[in-house]
Structures are given as structure tokens and as C-alpha cells.
């Protein structure tokens, strides 16, 4: 089993960046690929960015392509996304979440953190 734990989300002005860190329990890390969701006030939670196990692959949704990065450590057990360019359409609650498998589709992950809200001022 996995447990993670988002943070750094917080208020940020148009045009400005955030990192935020998903640091996961379990030596089982590496076995996992990791995901990036996001749910905004009355939408479905949507897909941003998905990562493979050994971190050589990632994925992007058309929204945040060339805005933001997700990348991985194994060793610390963590994955990361680098928000830059920020717009306040990416207001939204962000969520890490694990699978055996890289996917695109929420159902598909079985892990899930608690989320960290990030808020994008015009």
C-alpha cells in the first residue's frame, strides 16, 4: 500500500510558479508510475501529467503542455510538479496519485493524496 502527502500549493499571481512535492510511504515507490490530477469548484477531476516508473517517460495534458513538469525521485520517494506561466484557469485542487500502471484516467489509479489547493490570481 501507498500513502501520499501533497504540498506546497498556496496564491500565486498570473504569470507566476509554484513547485509542488507528492512524497509517497512505502519502499515500494519505484514500482508504481505516478500521476498529476487537478478538480476545480463544480468540475470532474481532470488529468495534467503522468510519469512512468523509472521516470524516463512523461505525459502531458494540451493545457499544460510546456508550462509545467513532472519528474520523479526514487530515491526520496517523491514525485514533483513544476507549475510555471501560471494562468487562473489552473486554479484547481491538485492531486498526486499512484498506479502500477501510467494512465490518463483517475479510475485507473488506486492511491490517492488529500490534494493542495492552488489558487492563481488574475
Known amino acids: 500500500q501507498v500513502q501520499l502527502v501533497e504540498s506546497g500549493g498556496g496564491l500565486v499571481q498570473a504569470g507566476g510558479s509554484l513547485s509542488l512535492s507528492c512524497a509517497a510511504s512505502?519502499?515500494?515507490?519505484?514500482?508504481?508510475?505516478m500521476g498529476w490530477f487537478r478538480q476545480a469548484p463544480g468540475k470532474e477531476r481532470e488529468f495534467v501529467a503522468n510519469i512512468n516508473r523509472s521516470g524516463g517517460t512523461t505525459y502531458y495534458a494540451d493545457s499544460v503542455k510546456g508550462r509545467f513538469t513532472i519528474s520523479r525521485d526514487n530515491a526520496k520517494n517523491s514525485v514533483y510538479l513544476q507549475m510555471n506561466s501560471l494562468k487562473p484557469e489552473d486554479t484547481a485542487v491538485y492531486y498526486c496519485?499512484?498506479?502500477?500502471?501510467?494512465?490518463?484516467?483517475?479510475?485507473?489509479?488506486?492511491?490517492w493524496g488529500q490534494g493542495t489547493q492552488v489558487t492563481v490570481s488574475s
Open positions: 496519485a499512484a498506479d502500477l500502471k501510467r494512465s490518463y484516467y483517475p479510475d485507473d489509479y488506486d492511491y
Open positions: 512505502g519502499r515500494s515507490f519505484s514500482n508504481y508510475a
